[in-house]
């Protein structure tokens, strides 16, 4: 009987769809008659001309039969006065009376628009919903239960965040022996939040934490509690939480959690927006565990800054995870993980590919052996090879070549002399990040060259004297394209761009200017419903705004200086390196080394690490955005 309440709404479209056609075929239909259709202006004359035998008169329609035995109808408007004179002329005239409807199909005419759009709107959701059971279930949870199923993943198919890994061994400590902890007093966090950017491993973290645990796993998406309903969300959170009660100990995973729990007040619907009911709940739910409940929350997000303070505070996410992006010794680790089921040639070199990736997390390591595996493929090689590393990091960071786009000799002159320009300032600048690689092969959408420097070792700091290097190292593009050709191009764009950018940091954020002294100018306003910073607030008057635009204009001017004076003192290293670099596109850091003379002093163990690949780009583009979004810009992020 309940099953048969639940679904009556799918009864409705037969049941309106058998009434109509039985109305339909019950009553008479006019047209059925194949009579001749006599106009009744003929109609009158022929009655006047004594040629109709008889008439049947139904409402304005006129149905008889002529003499001369042809059946006819016709039509006139108003039939009063027409029997009568009918009759004078000695037609046999039959009136029909009115067919009276029954009141049944009277009603179901009128309500037929309105069950056909009701059983329309059941229909669809029935479909939306993937099933009659579900028509009325929407308000049940989409979390998926992991029991036989659970994953299979443990803490060794992880690498690159050891120290997030210790921080949920009491996790699972606690669902394998909850009472060891019970005897000491302790309490086990409710709920974890694990943070880190896109990439670094948080879904896979709490995957082995449910694999180690051996409990039942929970997983849901944020976005999957919001529906177009209003209260949905609130329902399907507490029907998670009953569902999860009934299998404690386990763990309930909520990836990408700043769907539903943005800081509240944001939007426009106040406190009866769907998302702010829909967190209100879950912080209720969080709060309202029972004592020695079995219940972990883990989630998820990539943006902890616009989560509510509510959200975070203890006795719901008690504790904050960072997985952040792994170092050398973690890149590493990530790629014996990757490469277990791969074949290797016996020149690969791991421990060279970790340090050529900085900024590469988890996502972008594996995508990396990926992309050697579909190039060895692609080359008929059975095996990967340090060559298919190296193009494939390449491919990651600047794109595929495009060794098909034409590029005149003159800009291809103008793209060599630009980064060779690059590649002198590196090297010649004391305590620069050495050259790797140096190209003028266009890749990707828009980098027509670049240069790769790779640090000696990973670094948190950054001093004042090294942001000063490495706007000279920016600067060198641009000098050596005015120093050679007396003119100038747009291939500097990117490189102004940020030079500038690094300048202005130095004396707003950092404190690097002696004229404005240690301070840190202008303030960032946070807006929560977009969930970026959209705009500063100048703290500052005007005048101190004139000072840090003259003090960002004497950086750079400085730098510039000092690269065109080194350039011009270095023009035949120049011109040799431009022409070595126009004749084989790609020069090797060693190249370089033996090309300035100092071929000894290149160290080829020392640990290595990707920074700041330059892109050329062409008059009419851009250059390509691939190497800041990899974190392998030369913004420095101190600690």
């Given at each position: ?84 004179r ?5 037609v ?39 099933g009659?059971?579900k ?14 199923n ?178 050398v ?34 996502a ?40 098909s ?10 793209i ?15 305590g ?144 040799e ?47 390509s955005p691939?190497?800041p ?11």
């Open positions: 009987m309940g099953k048969l309440a639940k679904n009556l709404g799918l009864y409705l479209v037969p049941i309106v769809l058998v009434v109509s056609l039985v109305n339909v075929f019950l009553t008479p239909n006019p047209s059925s008659n194949q009579a001749e259709s006599l106009p009744y202006s003929d109609f009158i004359k022929a009655v006047e001309a004594g040629r109709v035998n008889r008439v049947s008169i139904e409402d304005n329609t006129l149905r008889g039969v002529l003499k001369d035995g042809k059946e006819f109808r016709s039509y006139a408007v108003g039939t009063g006065e027409l029997a009568p009918l009759v004078e002329k000695g046999q005239v039959e009136v029909v009376p009115p067919q009276k409807t029954p009141w049944w199909a009277n009603l179901m005419s009128s309500l037929f628009p309105t069950l056909l759009l009701i059983g329309a709107w059941i229909f669809i959701l029935y479909n939306m919903q993937g009659g059971s028509v009325m279930n929407f308000a049940k949870s989409k979390a998926k239960l992991f029991l036989d659970r994953p299979k993943v443990n803490f060794g198919d992880v690498a690159g965040c050891d120290e997030a890994k210790e921080e949920l061994q009491e996790v699972v400590g606690f669902l394998k022996d909850p009472g060891r902890f019970a005897r000491l007093g302790a309490k086990v966090p409710r709920g974890v939040l694990l943070l880190g950017a896109p990439g670094t491993g948080k879904t896979l973290l709490s995957r082995a934490v449910a694999g180690e645990a051996d409990v039942p796993f929970f997983s849901i998406s944020g976005s999957d509690f919001v529906e177009m309903f209003v209260g949905v969300g609130a329902a399907r959170v507490r029907d998670l939480f009953e569902q999860a009660r009934r299998y404690q100990p386990c763990i309930v995973f909520i990836d990408e959690i700043d769907a539903v729990g943005r800081h509240r007040g944001a939007g426009l619907g106040g406190g009866h927006d769907e998302r702010e009911q829909t967190l209100n709940q879950l912080l209720v739910e969080m709060d309202g565990f029972e004592a020695g409940s079995g219940i972990i929350l883990i989630a998820a997000t990539n943006r902890p800054d616009i989560l509510d303070p509510a959200l975070l505070r203890p006795g719901r996410f008690d504790r904050h995870i960072v997985v952040d992006r792994p170092d010794n973690g890149r590493l680790g990530i790629l014996k993980v990757h490469i277990k089921d791969k074949k290797l040639d016996e020149q690969v070199n791991l421990d060279v590919i970790a340090r050529r990736t900085p900024g590469f997390v988890g972008d390591l594996a995508n990396l052996v990926n992309e050697a595996a579909l190039l060895a493929g692609r080359r008929g090689k059975e095996l990967l090879g340090m060559p298919e590393f190296e193009e494939a990091i390449d491919r990651v960071i600047a794109g595929p070549e495009r060794k786009r034409v590029i005149s000799k003159k800009e291809r002159e103008i060599a002399y630009h980064e060779s320009g690059h590649a002198l300032i590196a090297k010649l600048t004391p620069s990040d050495r050259v790797h690689k140096i190209s003028i092969i266009p890749r990707g959408h828009k980098a027509l060259g670049y240069t790769l420097q790779l640090p000696e070792e990973d670094r948190f700091l950054v001093s004042r004297e090294e942001m000063m290097q490495r706007i000279c190292v920016l600067l060198g593009g641009r000098v050596a394209e005015s120093l050679v050709f007396g003119d100038v191009t747009t291939g500097a764009q990117n490189d102004l761009e940020r030079a500038t950018q690094m300048a202005r940091q130095m004396v707003t954020e950092f404190g690097m200017s002696e004229r404005l002294g240690p301070v840190t100018l202008g303030r960032k306003q946070h807006e929560v419903f977009l969930g970026r910073d959209i705009v500063e607030d100048r703290n500052y008057s005007e005048e101190i705004a004139y000072a840090i635009d003259q003090e960002v204009r004497r950086i750079v001017d400085e730098c510039y200086a000092r690269v065109k004076g080194m350039l011009e003192e270095h023009r035949e290293k120049l011109e390196i431009t022409q070595l670099l126009l004749e084989q596109e790609v020069l090797e850091g060693e190249d370089l080394d033996r090309v300035l003379g100092n071929g000894d002093e290149v160290v080829a163990e020392s640990p290595e690490k990707e920074d700041l690949p330059e892109t050329g780009a062409s008059p009419s583009e851009e250059p691939a190497a979004r990899r974190g392998l810009a030369v913004d420095p992020e101190p600690a």
